[in-house]
């Protein structure tokens, strides 16, 4: 859960973005740049709603934050046609995978904005729902390529071991 960063000045006000690396606050408009914030490896900055916020991300888990409003309806839709179908085709391995789809597209349809914080099994469950809908429905990896891209880069990475 995202945490707004409360004004180093007027200890009221939030920091909103003024420019890239560069906020203000909303009530006294003290200034300050991203160095004013210090953050853990676990942690990222974001801005959310117009108001600068510190988000944690568990180890192994990706965070996508998405740009468009259509990204949860497109990604929702992965997951409702794999579900479906798991019913009569194993798409998932096992039941941990199923629960975690349908807890997925529960966050997806409630919060379209985002960012959502991804587990790696929830990883999983995204990318095999995207690899099913796109071998049955061919049309929809053409839908959004950028953004299913930068899903399966963001997987990518956490898979990879570090130092490499």
Do not use: K
Not at 9 to 33: F, I, K, T, V
Not at 43 to 60: A, W
Not at 121 to 141: G, N
């Amino acid at each position: 859960m995202p945490v707004p960063i409360v004004c180093h000045n007027c200890h009221s006000g939030r920091y909103g973005a003024l420019g890239p690396d560069s906020y203000a606050c909303q009530s006294c408009g003290s200034r300050a740049a991203e160095s004013a914030f210090p953050v853990h490896s676990n942690e990222r900055l974001m801005v959310i709603e117009s108001v600068l916020q510190v988000l944690s991300v568990p180890d192994g888990h990706q965070v996508i934050t998405p740009t468009r409003r259509c990204y949860a309806p497109h990604l929702s839709a992965s997951l409702t046609l794999a579900l479906r179908l798991n019913r009569t085709h194993p798409v998932f391995r096992h039941a941990e995978e199923t629960t975690a789809a349908e807890d997925l597209l529960t966050v997806l349809d409630t919060d379209e904005r985002g960012p959502w914080v991804l587990s790696p099994v929830e990883q999983r469950v995204l990318l095999r729902a995207m690899d099913v809908r796109c071998a049955l429905v061919p049309s929809a990896s053409r839908q959004h390529p950028e953004f299913d891209a930068e899903i399966r880069t963001a997987c990518a990475l956490r898979r990879r071991p570090s130092g490499t």
